[in-house]
């Protein structure tokens, strides 16, 4: 794989950056979505359900309370920044196969430097699936994995997840029930499936108004999920729906609220090795 070579300054340490040139076609899809202005966010048609996704994610991130280093995967933009550093985290590794949006993390984390407290950031222009370095074994106290896993929802990553958590460490994340994807309404103006027939994994192509368009994705099936964790030393310690996790606010529409019906938010914690 090709390979090129940047570097980012934070605080006044240099940290240098292999950026491997991913051509997959999600890298690209995300790699070309706009960046947003707060503006601009606020007037999405989707807007209500993308603020509700934050409170989700907020409150998934609280549950990592006290944890300092965290690795994010499938970070994109960096729309967790701010959430990681108010929970006074001190070292967060970006991990995207996109590098342009992790390019647009590192420049929101520098305009946004004085509310960023003692919080450092890494860049790792990589699938989740591929293997961390063996030093970091055992070196993080979070992993967040949010709207991602179905984009590599394999073995190896569950087994990077539990590589870099320390015992007692927190694996936070979101996925599709997969059940409710197969009842997911036609007629839901946001929203849409097309499965692909004859696929070995469960894929289909998913399209969420002002967000992913036509993207190919893989069943999280919870209960492989469950399995793959418990080989790799990480226990179920809470699994919601994200209504129950954050009451939807009362002027989504149905069809956003159905959205949000979709998603299931997940907390496993590593066990003692
Ligand atoms: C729906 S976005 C979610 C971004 C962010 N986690 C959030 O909640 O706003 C999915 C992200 O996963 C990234 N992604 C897709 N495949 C990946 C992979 N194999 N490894 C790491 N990241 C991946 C995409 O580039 C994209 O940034």
């Not at 790699?31 to 989707?46: D, G, I, S, V, W």
């Not at 990553?157 to 599709?176: E, M, S, Y």
């Amino acid at each position: 794989m090709a390979q090129c070579e940047t570097s980012v300054q934070h605080s006044g340490t240099r940290h240098h950056l292999e950026v491997p040139k991913l051509t997959s076609a999600v890298a690209e899809h995300y790699n070309k979505m706009p960046e947003r202005t707060r503006t601009e966010r606020q007037a999405l048609r989707t807007a209500a359900l993308r603020k509700y996704n934050n409170l989700v994610k907020r409150a998934l991130i609280e549950q990592c309370s006290g944890a300092k280093r965290i690795v994010d995967l499938g970070a994109g933009k960096g729309g967790d920044l701010f959430k990681w550093a108010t929970l006074g985290a001190s070292k967060l590794l970006l991990v995207d196969v996109a590098s342009d949006s992790l390019q647009h993390a590192d420049m929101r984390y520098q305009h946004n430097r004085a509310c960023m407290g003692s919080m450092n950031i890494f860049l790792r222009c990589a699938s989740m699936a591929e293997p961390f370095e063996e030093e970091l074994r055992a070196q993080f106290d979070a992993v967040s994995c949010m709207f991602a896993l179905h984009y590599a929802f394999c073995e190896e990553t569950v087994r990077n997840v539990a590589h870099v958590l320390r015992p007692g460490g927190k694996f936070v994340g979101t996925i599709v029930h997969s059940g409710r994807l197969h009842t997911l309404s036609p007629l839901n103006e946001l929203c849409s499936v097309e499965w692909i027939e004859g696929s070995a994994d469960d894929e289909y192509y998913f399209t969420l108004c002002e967000a992913v368009e036509r993207v190919r994705e893989s069943l999280v099936h919870w209960h492989v999920l469950v399995r793959w964790c418990a080989k790799y030393g990480l226990r179920v310690h809470r699994v919601c729906n994200f209504t129950d996790l954050v009451t939807p606010k009362s002027h989504m529409s149905a069809d956003e609220l159905e959205v949000a019906r979709l998603y299931v938010a997940f907390v496993f914690v590593r066990t003692e090795v």
